[in-house]
T-cell receptor, first 110, second 111 residues
């Protein structure tokens, strides 16, 4: 079946450094690629998304890139801050059917 | 306030005792979905609905039922719960062009 692979599973960076999380997907029909942030004990929250007709999207310190040919997309966080520490999930699909990656635990050390 | 409300937040039940987790959204969203979250496995989609009376299976539908009789409600039914259904469950909703908004979660324990 369709799946989404996410790497790395854990990531530790120093405050101010950049963090990159990568995902690959298998279903070539996927056209919607959101990223979610989940803080401990809370619900996942949408932080940025990209559609298949766009290659890159940026929102302040967060950017997402998409390579549809290679079926992979990435989340880039610049100038990381301690409050960026959380679990990040990528997802791929269409608006109804959405498959999530396994998650990346990001730790930003002050 | 725009939100997805699911109840209960916590539930402990015994094997085989039918239960329903309710989900309601006040944003007039067409799409609704149920996910379960287990450590190391991420969020796995159980069922989703694209509109009233339209539902489809996700990746892990076995042991679950859903219904979408009204646009705002999407209950999750476990007819005969088993211990392997112990998990954190999230309901979510979205409009056609946006990502899912998640509810606060229901932590289910089946003993």
């Amino acid at each position: 079946g369709e799946n989404v692979e996410q790497h790395p599973s854990t990531l530790s960076v120093q405050e101010g450094d950049s963090a990159v999380i990568k995902c690959t997907y298998s279903d070539s029909a996927s056209n919607y690629f959101p990223w979610y942030k989940q803080e401990l004990g809370k619900r996942p929250q949408l932080i940025i998304d990209i559609r298949s007709n766009v290659g890159e999207k940026k929102d302040q310190r967060i950017a997402v890139t998409l390579n549809k040919t290679a079926k992979h997309f990435s989340l880039h966080i610049t100038e990381t801050q301690p409050e960026d520490s959380a679990v990040y999930f990528c997802a791929a699909g269409n608006t109804g059917k959405l498959i999530f990656g396994q998650g990346t635990t990001l730790q930003v050390k002050p | 306030e725009a939100q997805v409300t699911q109840n209960p937040r916590y539930l402990i039940t015994v094997t085989g005792k039918k239960l329903t987790v309710t989900c309601s959204q006040n944003m007039n969203h067409e799409y609704m979905s149920w996910y379960r979250q287990d450590p190391g496995l991420g969020l796995r989609q159980i069922y989703y609905s694209m509109n009233v009376e339209v539902t489809d299976k996700g990746d892990v539908p076995e042991g679950y039922k859903v219904s979408r009789k009204e646009k705002r409600n999407f209950p999750l039914i476990l007819e005969s719960p088993s211990p392997n259904q112990t998990s954190l469950y999230f309901c979510a909703s979205s409009s056609q062009n946006y990502g899912y908004t998640f509810g606060s979660g229901t932590r289910l324990t089946v003993v």
